[in-house]
């Protein structure tokens, strides 16, 4: 098992609500916090796009479709979230309804994060989709598991049509065991998003120069996560001072597992 597979396997032997769960989150005001910044790079080169045969709707979609699942740019790799894990309290926590919307045959953007405002069903994001086209899109969304083997697992959370532009939904997405969520459409195989649901606001999407920063993080110990929904994660332990500054950069390679 790669060692992308082996922190996700513990990771979900611990479980998302699992012991190692701890209290929600509390908003609170940040008066010395610091912050974290980097880069993320893909190294080698990077594979190229997944080729769709237009079986559905390819008056509207085109006859043909690439997919990106791993899109590099100058060598910065791109879609990729940071975030941070641990913190308990902090800067006001932000929406907790993840917005995507299916238009031109793409559910964008392809990546997301959404807060959970606390533990349980309750607690739960919502994820909120509009149909912009004017052919039918049907979300279907999962929520992503690793097993102890590296394999992923599926669990279907929900899956409904939308039959015409207009058409929208807004279902909370029952996590158990993960915090990852793929949102694909049954109608057209090359639709795919992906969401991270997260447990605090710490967290960003990288730059097209594949660049982050995460600010006001209260002083302490934490993981920082550098993730991709096909290249896995990657973690490291920082320590974060008053008004403090750190700079640390991941560096990604090879194909990944799973789409």
């Known amino acids: 098992m790669s060692r992308i597979g082996v922190l996700l396997a513990a990771f979900m032997a611990v479980g998302f609500f699992g012991v190692a769960s701890v209290s ?6 940040v008066s010395n916090g610091g912050a974290v910044s980097g880069k993320i790079t893909y190294k080698g080169t990077p594979p190229p796009p997944e080729h769709f045969r237009v079986e559905k709707n390819p008056e509207f979609c085109g006859a043909e479709r690439d997919f990106y699942h791993i899109k590099v740019d100058k060598g910065a790799l791109l879609h990729a979230i940071v975030l941070i894990e641990g913190v308990q309290k902090g800067k006001p926590l932000g929406s907790s309804v993840v917005e995507l919307v299916g238009e031109n045959c793409a559910f964008l953007p392809f990546t997301n994060v959404v807060p959970r405002t606390g533990k349980g069903r309750k607690g739960s994001p919502f994820m909120h989709v509009v149909n912009k086209d004017t052919v039918i899109h049907n979300p279907h969304t999962f929520e992503i598991v690793i097993d102890k083997r590296g394999m992923q697992i599926r669990r279907s959370l929900f899956n409904i049509g939308l039959p ?24 057209h195989d090359f639709m795919h998003s992906w969401v991270r649901v997260v447990k605090n606001p710490y967290w960003t999407i990288v730059g097209k120069d594949g660049s982050y920063k995460i600010d006001q993080i209260p002083p302490g110990k934490y993981n920082l996560v550098a993730w991709h929904p096909i290249l896995g994660e990657q973690k490291r332990a920082v320590t974060v001072g008053a008004n403090g500054a750190i700079s640390t950069n991941f560096t990604f390679s090879g194909t990944g597992s799973g789409r």
């Open 24 to 29: 929600a989150y509390q908003e609170a005001a």
């Open 164 to 187: 015409r532009q207009g058409s929208e939904l807004k279902k909370k997405l029952l996590v158990r065991r993960s915090p990852i969520v793929k949102l694909q459409c049954d109608q």
